[in-house]
């Protein structure tokens, strides 16, 4: 199992949950959700990488979180909720599993031990929105940039990243130009190669060191708690 919350389930809770999910391709760029929309399915990440992004009333966005195949989109269905004020879209695309929202309701309900097993990724997530708040306060744009670069690592699972200068300041919530200028940074200590449209890590211990400590708190939650 290529998911890694799917995987912590207990095997008979996995089968009742395979038998309800269908694969599904995603692209790049494919909306998941939309601000206070209905959310009408659950994805569970086979590979890719979404991101949650929000958008102030003047139109400034910045991503709050990302996920691939360690977990789900589609949160707020967990806490029996339909709808959010954020949008989730895929950055990367890959294949997925998917559940509607009436049949992960239902399941939920069913099945308390599905239920606890999937509201630990709630906790995690919210460990790396907590990890994203210090680092956007007490980090260098270049430790923050390694530090998101390693997260779509660990997600995407492919040395190749395709993203844009553009897309990383609005996941930074930096202007384009202090990417591009932290890109170069970077590339100049053999830390990753950037070209017209990708990021390829070509040094990743290099990257962690860079990161320093605004990278692996809510990754060592994560293994803690899911496994």
């Known amino acids: ?18 038998a309800q999910l269908e694969r599904i391709d995603l692209v790049h760029g494919q909306v998941l959700y939309q601000p206070f929309e209905k959310i009408t399915y659950a994805y569970f990440f086979l590979g890719g990488l979404s ?36 949008q989730a879209f895929m950055q990367i695309g890959g294949p997925a599993l998917r559940i509607s ?8 309900k069913d099945h308390p031990s599905i239920r606890n097993a999937l509201m630990k990724f709630v906790h995690t997530f919210m460990m790396q929105v907590a990890s994203t708040a210090l680092a956007d306060a007490r980090y260098t744009i270049n430790e923050r940039l390694a530090r998101w670069i390693l997260m779509a690592h ?49 040094d990743r211990t290099g990257l962690e060191r860079l990161a320093g400590g605004s990278y692996g708190f809510a990754e060592a939650e994560y293994k803690r708690v899911i496994g």
């Open 154 to 202: 660990d997600r995407a699972g492919e040395d190749d990243l395709p993203l844009t200068h553009d897309f990383l300041a609005l996941m930074l919530g930096v202007r384009r130009p202090s990417v591009t200028t932290a890109l170069h940074i970077l590339e100049g200590e053999n830390l990753i190669r950037s070209s017209r449209g990708t990021v390829t890590v070509r």
């Open 101 to 108: 929202a009436e049949r992960l309701a239902a399941v939920l």
């Open 1 to 18: 199992m290529k998911n890694g919350l799917l995987a912590s389930l207990s095997p008979p809770d996995l089968d009742i949950m395979l």
């Open 51 to 86: 991101s949650e992004v929000i958008r102030d009333s003047s139109g400034q966005r910045v991503e709050i979180g990302c996920v691939g195949r360690e977990g789900l989109s589609g949160l707020p269905l967990l806490l029996g909720i339909g709808e959010a004020p954020h």
